[in-house]
T-cell receptor, first 111, second 113 residues
């Protein structure tokens, strides 16, 4: 089976930095995605990593280590609107194959 | 607004009812997906359509019946559902190409009584 693990919940303070980890053990690997999902809304795409290293996009960065089966999403200068669930997802194979998702991490940003 | 719309946004139905969920994408994509999101569980893939052809059925019970009349529209027909089918049903679309991102609709929150 496919296994993608993320912490269930995290809390962080406005203006701070938070790192959300994701580890995966899957039958294949062709890229890792991070999505943000506010309550009652659609998941929205944040980042994509297929090679090792850090991808930076404004306040959000995502890191991948394929040898360790590990990724993290880094959120800087946290804002209240960043309170949401963050979903880690792995594409197993090349081509247009569906994603396998983790359970998501619910992040609460407090003042 | 992601370019993927779903209707209805909320649905309450009895176990003997028949209803349909609708998804429409305005992004020119040629692949569409149905996912189920239950509380405390990961997003689960249900069906995949590439160029209107179903390419994946992830062991979904026959009480869920998908239909894809064209690349822009996707339906999920529901009949004789069970209370455990209550969940958020998400539609997504993508371009049929390597490493293309999936874009999600807002979902239909379904409650089966």
């Amino acid at each position: 089976g496919q296994n993608i693990d993320q912490p269930t919940e995290m809390t962080a303070t406005e203006g701070a930095i938070v790192q959300i980890n994701c580890t995966y053990q899957t039958s294949g690997f062709n890229g890792l995605f991070w999505y943000q999902q506010h309550a009652g809304e659609a998941p929205t795409f944040l980042s994509y990593n297929v090679l090792d290293g850090l991808e930076e996009k404004g306040r959000f960065s995502s890191f991948l280590s394929r040898s360790k089966g590990y990724s993290y999403l880094l959120l800087k200068e946290l804002q209240m609107k960043d309170s949401a669930s963050y979903l880690c997802a792995v594409r197993l194979h090349s081509g247009n194959t569906p994603l396998v998702f983790g359970k998501g991490t619910r992040l609460s940003v407090i003042a | 607004e992601t370019g993927v719309t779903q209707t209805p946004r909320h649905l309450v139905m009895g176990m003997t009812n028949k209803k349909s969920l609708k998804c429409e994408q305005h992004l020119g994509h040629n692949a569409m997906y149905w996912y189920k999101q239950s509380a405390k569980k990961p997003l689960e893939l249900m069906f995949v359509y590439n160029f209107k052809e179903q390419t994946e059925n992830n062991s979904v019970p026959s009480r869920f019946s998908p239909e894809c009349p064209n690349s822009s529209h996707l339906f999920l027909h529901l009949h004789t559902l069970q209370p455990e089918d209550s969940a958020l049903y998400l539609c997504a679309s993508s371009q049929l190409a390597e490493q293309e991102t999936q874009y999600f609709g807002p979902g239909t929150r379904l409650l089966v009584l």
